[in-house]
């Protein structure tokens, strides 16, 4: 500024850094995400737009910002997405109340209407599927839209549907032969139509859209594979048979992919042969139409199936796609016509051009200009150039993926024609340096050139340097080209040939190029078998959770049975609970084992960044001074990018291009600043992050009082350790020691539940009274005690019933001898006893198992009594009845006096001769009674009447 001092800007813009660094989380970014508009920070000289804001300091004008502003096309399709996607979650909102309030009589109503949605839907909108809704990766017939996210969500829909269904009707009885023979047909002429639909360059893409497409293929196989077991399923034959189906669906799968990556790619023909498994699956899955558990097996089995044939089939389409993009870039070595790079660089002129109108400033408009064009994606190299209006002078310079190469010569050969013409033009040369050559005349009289050397030349396997290179597209080892001597025969079919070798497939061709013979190799690797297998066991596991989840929210929604009454019961039973708890205990142990590897393969991969980024940094420091302190050597030197501070503030970098892009970072942090400057330490590290994008970046102070800086991105450690390799391993390992702890657990649930079983069948054959059960009394743990006890149990059992029964006989016959007639009702007052007596007596036919017949009196009068008598639920009663010249007492008591009324037993006893005994009895004892009230008077009158003679005679 003017009084001397610097006025720097904080990181509020950020340049358009690749893709894969993440969201840098800078207000720029956020400002266009939300209004569409671009922040352009730049000197108040560069600022060139109709709106300009100006940061101002004491009067003088530091920094500027424009805001370019959308097209009005691109504000109108903003809109309309914006539209599309708020309509878009409104139905999806829609879809899920009428599925959440939707009635058994209407249930195919919200899955046909799910169907429906999924295939009208604009899906591009929808977060998560944006990334497959290019009709340029993927595009299948017969279906309206059909990119892989339309079709990923159709069949996602399907799936639903299929678990909303498993509760209506029955399975088939088709013959199970038949059904795999049908899956099968169906299975290839699916394949066939995915191989189709994906273009070679999403195949051998990026390897997250690959897993979709494989997700997405296997939830069509799932669902053709559980369509034939459920119309075919046989009469039930047993575990076996699905186990040995499983086997020979892994056994296909391991053949299948072994062929795809010798061949490359599997035959066509190959899922012929999953009529084999799917038949045995046909044949083996019994009860499907009695429990809701043997639905969810059969789902389970079907997603198996369909994963043992996608994951191989998949990767040998990959694999042959790549070796296909490996024969394309074989093909464009060289200096031959390529129309395609031609019209890359006719991009990138129309974009530096209306780069250069906005007034992006000459590192920016390179940049950008590489982006927008294509050339970023394609993996071509590529030297830019701003050439200044003063003749043979460069104002900046980008440099994608040339090394330490030298300025192309044919970059400042044509820029006065350039000037003079006002028009762009594309050469192409028969150079070792230069293969296309673009000059794009920008304003001001400056030119830009762009200069594409032959591929294969450069030697730079990154196309943006050792820190930033992986941030390019995917790609595998650059083409070799060995030259040939004249003595060498050159063959003369340009075709590349490809070998299989170790580690995987070589392809080579001959090359004529600048007056020279060469030989090109090219590398497409294959990793090992094991790691290979690792991630096969990942896919199906991938496979089997999501496309599971789906048919069990379909299921749970339909309000399906199976999901509640078959499911729910058979994971919440005794063996279930014991099963999953030794699950968790044999789990947990792995899981925690599983996260101690893997932090200390990350930490190991740190680690070892650190240690690269150190022994840079000291190498670079030692040969600072032999190279003539040129960092861009020391990077040669090293392998590194090398950065140099002064007084704290970034001085020159290896890679200037990254420097004016705003990539490095511009101070060293105070902390270590302060350690280096105060000798507290030689060297020091530490981890910068951008977005998503991690480096470790190792400091050293040079004897002049600069410092050096080797940034070392911490995918290099991962590299070097190979640890996605070995991370897919231990997750295989893990996954793997999951499902023998699951199988571990299952055999032992069962072995602590088996003799539980066998107690409780026991059980209920005593209970029916079979008592001539025993268990096998020779083992020799708990169970044993417990089965003697058992044994004991019964044959006491045994006894007690033998001796019931001689005392009911007994009873029986008591009561049957009795003069006193007895009758035994239920609590229904259905007859349950009569002996001869009570049918004498009531002169009623009375059957057992049947309530009293209807009479007339005298015997009605006692049927309507007891109708009174369990009407009114009375505990106890008596009765008299008059019948003929005989008198019935009748007494009935409630069988038990506790809880709910029970039956009743009734006596009826004849007590008409009693009634006479008591009678004369009464008589008898009356005319004692008048006997002794005749003597009471007499023996006063005897006493007189003694007294009188007594008193006479002594006269």
Request: net charge neutral; charged share 20%.
């Amino acid at each position: 500024v003017a009084d001397g001092g610097t006025a720097v800007g904080a990181i509020l813009l950020r340049a358009d850094l690749p893709g894969q660094v993440g969201d840098v989380d800078d207000f720029a970014s956020s400002f266009r995400a939300r209004t569409g508009e671009v922040l352009r920070l730049s000197t108040p000289a560069r600022a060139r737009a109709a709106g300009i804001f100006d940061y101002m300091h004491e009067g003088q004008a530091l920094f500027s910002l424009t805001v370019e502003r959308p097209a009005q096309a691109d504000r109108r399709r903003r809109i309309v997405e914006d539209g599309q996607r708020m309509g878009a979650y409104a139905v999806v909102l829609a879809w899920l109340l009428l599925v959440w309030a939707g009635r058994r009589s209407d249930a195919w109503l919200p899955w046909g209407v799910g169907v429906l949605m999924a295939l009208l839907l604009p899906v591009d909108v929808l977060p998560g599927f944006s990334g497959m809704a290019s009709p340029g990766d993927v595009l299948f017939r017969w279906i309206p839209g059909g990119t892989l996210a339309r079709v990923a969500l159709v069949f996602l829909a399907l799936i639903v549907a299929a678990g909303a269904a498993v509760h209506r009707g029955g399975p088939g009885r088709g013959p199970p032969w038949l059904a795999g023979g049908v899956a099968a047909v169906a299975l290839t002429g699916l394949v066939t139509w995915f191989g189709g639909a994906a273009s070679v360059g999403f195949l051998a893409g990026e390897e997250v859209g690959w897993v979709g497409y494989q997700v997405t293929m296997a939830a069509a196989a799932a669902l053709v594979i559980w369509g034939a077991l459920w119309w075919g399923r046989g009469g039930g034959g047993g575990r076996g048979r699905a186990l040995l189906g499983v086997v020979a669906a892994l056994g296909l799968g391991a053949i299948t992919g072994w062929i795809a990556v010798g061949t490359p790619g599997a035959p066509g023909w190959m899922p012929l042969l999953w009529c084999v498994p799917v038949a045995l699956g046909a044949g083996a899955v019994g009860r499907v139409d009695r429990d809701g558990s043997g639905r969810v097996v059969l789902w389970g089995f079907a997603v198996v199936l369909a994963g043992t044939l996608t994951v191989p089939t998949a990767w040998g389409q990959r694999l042959e796609a790549r070796i296909d993009t490996a024969t394309r870039e074989m093909e464009r070595l060289g200096t031959g016509v390529d129309p395609y790079l031609r019209f890359l660089l006719e991009r990138l002129a129309e974009a530096v051009d209306t780069l250069d109108a906005g007034g992006a400033p000459p590192a920016e408009m390179l940049y950008r200009g590489w982006r927008n064009s294509g050339l970023a994606e394609t993996g071509y190299p590529v030297w830019m150039t701003v050439w200044t209006s003063d003749d043979q002078l460069w104002d900046e310079e980008l440099r994608i993926g040339m090394g330490g190469a030298d300025r192309p010569v044919v970059a400042n050969q044509f820029l006065e024609s350039s000037r003079m013409s006002d028009t762009v033009e594309v050469r192409r040369f028969d150079s070792f340096e230069a293969h296309y050559m673009a000059q794009v005349p920008i304003s001001r009289g400056r030119v830009v050139t762009a200069v594409v050397p032959p591929l294969g030349t450069t030697g730079a396997e990154s196309l943006l340097g050792p820190l930033f290179g992986s941030l390019g597209p995917t790609r595998g080892p650059p083409p070799r080209l060995v030259p040939l001597f004249e003595a060498e025969a050159m063959r003369v079919d340009p075709t590349p040939a490809w070998t299989r070798r170790e580690g995987g497939w070589l392809g080579e061709r001959p090359l004529r190029m600048a007056g020279a013979d060469y030989w090109a190799h090219i590398d497409v690797p294959v990793s090992t078998l094991p790691v290979l297998a690792a991630r096969g066991a990942l896919l199906l596991a991938l496979n089997l959770s999501l496309l599971s989840l789906a048919w069990w929210w379909g299921a749970q929604r339909a309000g399906a049975s199976e999901a509640r009454g078959g499911v729910l019961p058979a994971v919440t039973s005794f063996r279930a609970r014991v099963t999953l708890a030794l699950f968790a205990f044999f789990a947990l142990s792995n899981l925690i084992f599983g996260s101690l590897a893997y932090r200390t393969i990350a930490g190991a991969s740190q680690r070892a960044s650190r240690v690269l980024a150190e022994r840079a940094a000291q190498d670079a420091a030692t040969s600072y001074y032999d190279l003539g302190r040129d960092v861009e050597l020391l990077a040669n030197r090293v392998g590194v990018d090398v950065v140099e501070y002064k007084d704290g503030e970034l001085w020159e970098a290896s890679v200037e291009e990254l420097v004016s892009l705003g990539l490095y970072e511009g101070w060293v942090p105070y902390p270590v600043y302060r350690s280096l400057l105060s000798r507290e330490s030689l060297a020091e590290t530490t981890t910068t992050a951008l977005g998503q994008w991690e480096y470790v970046t190792a400091y050293r102070r040079l004897p002049d009082g600069d410092v050096m800086g080797a940034p070392v991105p911490l995918q290099a450690g991962a590299t070097a350790l190979q640890s996605r390799d070995v991370v897919e391993l231990l997750a295989a390992a893990v996954l793997g020691g999951a499902a023998l702890s699951f199988l571990l657990a299952l055999l032992v649930g069962r072995a602590l539940t088996q003799p539980i079983q066998t107690l409780r069948v026991a059980s209920e054959r005593v209970g029916s009274g079979n008592l001539g059960i025993r268990l096998a009394s020779d083992r020799h743990d708990e169970f044993g005690a417990v089965f003697r006890a058992f044994n004991r149990m019964v044959r006491r059992l045994r006894r007690a019933r033998r001796d019931l029964v001689r005392t009911s006989r007994r009873t029986q016959a008591i009561v049957e001898d009795a003069a006193t007639g007895v009758l035994a009702f239920d609590a229904q007052g259905v007859v349950t006893l009569v002996n001869p007596a009570a049918r004498a007596i009531l002169d009623l036919p009375i059957e057992v198992g049947k309530p009293l017949p209807d009479a007339e009196d005298p015997a009605g009068e006692f049927v309507r009594w007891m109708q009174t008598y369990f009407r009114d639920a009375l505990g106890e009663a008596a009765l008299e009845l008059q019948s003929g010249d005989r008198r019935v007492r009748v007494r009935a008591r409630r069988i038990s006096q506790e809880g709910p009324l029970a039956g009743a037993v009734v006596s009826l006893e004849d007590v008409t001769d009693e009634l006479r005994t008591e009678r004369i009895l009464a008589w008898g004892e009356m005319a004692r009674q008048v006997a002794h009230e005749v003597k009471n008077p007499l023996t006063p009158i005897k006493l007189s009447v003694q007294h009188l003679r007594r008193a006479w005679e002594d006269r």
